[in-house]
């Protein structure tokens, strides 16, 4: 590891990282790992855009790693004394960086702390309750869809993909830093919900269901999305309040959980804002 200014950050000195034994990278790569990020607090983050994407809303890292033949981008340039900014040698880089191809910039971020009772804050309320999802692209999405629509917030239910995945992060584009998310259990959240009075959601192929633009989305709700393979779990089913149905032409059986999940949350935006 060796220190220098670096021509393209006039006035920042940084240090170069020329082994994959440095403390900071042996931190990045360790944040791989699931249990590492929640035991640290900590997320990993790759690519400019989503780098970007967080930066922009408010999120301030704790670390900023850039490969050694990248130029610096200009929303790097407002950021704190306190973040260290270190570059890295390509070779180092590309073993530390999660991606195969890694677009030359890496950062880490402590993880919000959200407690479920901030997802009751809007009137009335539209909570995202994600089941067991398996693909972390497909939560991601999720939790994009459900900030664009104007949803309150995200609760991730036991046996769910880690909203905190590199691949989940991507997919949500920064989302995961705008919506509140917060992880608990069934139990836990139909208490919530019951004292809010916000009533609970699922769907179902069931074509006796009502009709998902029929339903009244205008009220207090926390909609269901289940495993992409087996659904919603019997428990959650038993408790919902209501269920709907998105029907279908053709041979199509089911729509991918993140389509089914967009479409609902788009319909709930159309019926409260027009």
Same mark, same amino acid.
């Given at each position: ?131 067991? =999802?398996?693909?972390? /692209? ?7 869809? *459900? @900030? !664009?629509?104007? +949803? ?72 269901? =999305?289940?495993?992409? /393979? ?7 089913? *038993? @408790? !919902?309040?209501? +269920? ?31």
């Amino acid at each position: 590891m060796r220190g220098g200014q670096d021509r393209r950050s006039p006035g920042r000195c940084m240090t170069i990282i020329t082994s994959l034994q440095n403390q900071h990278v042996k931190l990045y790569r360790c944040l791989e790992k699931r249990k590492f990020r929640k035991k640290l607090g900590l997320i990993p983050l790759e690519g400019m855009r989503l780098v970007a994407d967080v930066l922009q809303r408010g999120v301030v890292p704790e670390i900023i790693f850039l490969r050694e033949n990248v130029e610096q981008p200009a929303f790097l340039h407002a950021l704190p004394a306190q973040t260290k900014i270190f570059r890295v040698e390509s070779s180092i880089f590309d073993q530390a960086a999660f991606t195969e191809s890694p677009q030359g910039i890496l950062a880490v971020v402590k993880k919000p702390e959200v407690v479920l009772e901030e997802l009751f804050g809007q009137k009335p309320a539209l909570i995202l309750v994600v089941d067991r =999802v398996q693909d972390p /692209g497909n939560l991601g999405t999720m939790l994009r869809s *459900a @900030a !664009a629509a104007g +949803a309150s917030g995200a609760v991730i239910l036991p046996q769910t993909v880690d909203p905190t995945n590199p691949k989940a992060l991507r997919a949500s584009m920064g989302a995961y830093f705008t919506l509140p998310v917060v992880e608990t259990d069934f139990p836990r959240l139909q208490q919530a919900l019951q004292r809010q009075q916000i009533l609970l959601v699922t769907t179902t192929t069931n074509s006796d269901a009502c009709v998902y633009h029929r339903f009244d989305w205008t009220r207090p709700l926390a909609v269901v =999305v289940g495993n992409e /393979g087996s659904g919603i779990a019997a428990e959650i089913e *038993a @408790a !919902a309040d209501a +269920a709907v149905t998105i029907p279908m032409s053709g041979t199509v059986e089911s729509l991918n959980a993140a389509i089914a999940m967009s479409v609902l949350f788009f319909e709930a935006a159309r019926q409260r804002h027009g």
